[in-house]
């Protein structure tokens, strides 16, 4: 069916419902405030827009820094064919966080406040200040696709010669904030569930941003096969499976090595709700996607593969959503249940996001000339000078 000259499909029809409830939703929350739009409470401050919108936003987008430290950094060049698209779902992801963040603080227009009120003992001025650096380094790393769209040759040479330090930057800044989401849980253990209250948290952050950016890394290159019909490297992503597969193993083993060492290996055993909810998280995180891909055939198989992918992503998606939500349940005595405006608005972003994937895939050369030493980026630089450039 078409209306006005626009194919009508099922998807399109769910995308315009979606964005009438989250515009709706919107204008409620910014005219009568948080308490009319969500189910956050002055014990429960932070619901679903920062454990889901923020926490797994951040993560979700980790391909970028994952990819182009792979292909620039250790000369993995299989993985070049990748690289815009990774980079485009970085910076999307970045920028939908920030999007999300307007809708989570009290008076999102005094955000810009962190850069005049500087308060370097925060861990929170540290990731927003790593945050804006590393969108901003995004922006720059993906400019060159908007530049070839128009064939303007000056400016792209001029971002090319700053390439490399872009890249090292962003990889600089990608360690530090990921991590640093973690250490914003360290600031009240006592408040937070034995299951995800570990000193390890920074560092558990950062292995499964590692994890979920090779995870959607594949995810997104299968669906876009699927959606622009372009043809898949298979290759890399059975290469990107088995890197998957050796992430996915040593967080399992340190995640089990941290609960033997906090004695609590034996109570994960033990129904309860909290319970329920870790044993969703590591079914979804390791159980599954590990036996997966610990098979040849599967790492070769695209389908497999991506629901291999998924089962990681929505794994560690329940795992941020464990730290930020279900651990604070028992210390605020109440269950937290989003409401549904609070679920439309995070909905909005997410097709907000997939929206201008596409556009950008079908208006940018995202996927073309990946090969093209002409549209290639900046040569790279060896290893020593990358040092001595960082220094």
């Known amino acids: 069916m078409t209306i006005m000259g626009v194919k009508v499909t099922f998807w399109r029809v769910v995308f315009v419902v979606i964005m009438v409830l989250g515009i709706y939703s919107t204008y409620v929350r910014y005219l009568q405030g948080l308490g009319a739009v969500s189910n956050m409470t002055d014990q429960f401050p932070w619901g679903l827009w920062i454990g889901f919108d923020c926490l797994c936003g951040i993560m979700l987008a980790a391909g970028g820094f994952m990819v182009t430290g792979a292909v620039y950094i250790f000369h993995v060049e299989r993985l070049h064919c990748i690289v815009r698209?990774?980079?485009?779902t970085a910076f999307l992801g970045y920028v939908l966080f920030i999007v999300g963040l307007l809708y989570d603080l009290g008076r999102p227009w005094f955000i810009w406040h962190q850069m005049i009120y500087m308060n370097f003992h925060s861990v929170m001025f540290e990731v927003g200040m790593c945050v804006m650096t590393y969108t901003t380094v995004l922006f720059f790393e993906f400019l060159p696709n908007v530049l070839e769209r128009f064939n303007l040759q000056a400016p792209i040479r001029w971002v090319k010669k700053v390439y490399p330090v872009l890249i090292i930057l962003g990889i600089l800044l990608s360690t530090l904030h990921q991590s640093s989401l973690g250490s914003l849980f360290l600031i009240f253990p006592e408040k937070m569930h034995p299951f995800w209250s570990t000193p390890a948290l920074p560092f558990f952050f950062f292995l499964s941003a590692m994890a979920c950016g090779l995870a959607m890394t594949i995810f997104e290159s299968?669906?876009?096969?699927?959606a622009f019909g372009l043809g898949l490297e298979r290759s890399v992503l059975t290469e990107l499976g088995g890197a998957l597969y050796i992430v996915l193993l040593v967080i399992a083993l340190l995640r089990f090595q941290d609960f033997w060492h906090r004695k609590i290996f034996m109570t994960i055993f033990q129904p309860s709700y909290e319970a329920y909810f870790l044993w969703a998280e590591l079914i979804m995180c390791f159980v599954i996607p590990i036996i997966m891909l610990s098979f040849k055939?599967?790492?070769?198989?695209?389908?497999?593969l991506y629901i291999a992918s998924l089962s990681t992503i929505l794994g560690f998606v329940t795992n941020r959503l464990n730290v930020a939500m279900t651990s604070m349940e028992t210390w605020v005595g109440h269950h937290y249940l989003p409401k549904w405006t609070e679920v439309s608005i995070t909905l909005m972003i997410c097709a907000m996001g997939f929206f201008c994937f596409s556009i950008a895939v079908n208006?940018?050369?995202?996927?073309?000339?990946?090969h093209d030493e002409k549209h290639a980026p900046a040569p790279l630089i060896p290893i020593s000078e990358q040092a001595t450039l960082v220094h």
């Open 363 to 370: 208006f940018l050369p995202i996927f073309e000339n990946e």
């Open 85 to 88: 698209s990774t980079v485009l």
């Open 297 to 304: 055939a599967v790492r070769k198989s695209p389908t497999l």
């Open 222 to 226: 299968t669906l876009s096969s699927r």
